[in-house]
């Protein structure tokens, strides 16, 4: 008798533990009366407490390659007809989508939904409204750009690995590294050293539209 009620009090136990899991919705929905599969989703671990963050991101990187994509047309037109500058925008800024692309697809992998609508306050603010520049200028435009996304990344990482019960998510954190962190870092050190060439090529040369000239056409080359 003592074995049985062991027995029973054993299932009731696994019963209400498995309240909050999948397989008990599973069954729930085959009963009579059935019920929804609330459970049945990619969510686990802590992505839930940096989803915000992931969307924010998201509309981030899209201003980000609207940003790039006009700094790329004023450097395409007939009077300015800078090719080098325009590649070198054109590429950061279709950079920007895919990892926009990247991110909506990562959201939905940790059983997240894309917001469009939110977006926290822009860690860049000056000027943003500017994209007719003059070339040294737009470099300087862009690594500031640049910096600020490899900020918002960093802040992801530092949530997501904070090691507080229902906050530290590894997973997060390895994506946001891998696919982020170092890109940035890589994006920053040629940002800054295209501006301090130029800086230094124009110091040093008379003629600065030539100086413009010669550059523009090192970018192309080396841009392919």
Known sequence: MDAKLSLLLLLGAVAAASAEFCYSDVVGACSPTGSELANCNAKYGAAHEVMKDLQSYVNTHITRNWQYLLMSTYFNNYEKNRAGFSKLYKKLSDTAWEDAIDLIKYIGKRGGKMDFGFRKEDTYRANVDTYEMHELGSL??????????????????????????????????????????????????????????????????ADQSLALYIFDQHLQKSLG
């Open 140 to 205: 300087a435009k862009a690594l500031d750009i640049q910096k600020s996304l490899a900020e918002e990344s960093h802040h992801i990482h530092g949530e997501a690995m904070r090691r507080k019960q229902d906050f530290h998510d590894p997973e997060v954190g390895s994506f946001i590294e891998n696919k982020f962190v170092h890109q940035h870092a890589d994006a920053v050190r040629e940002l800054a050293g295209h501006s301090n060439d130029l800086k230094k090529l124009m110091s040093n040369t």
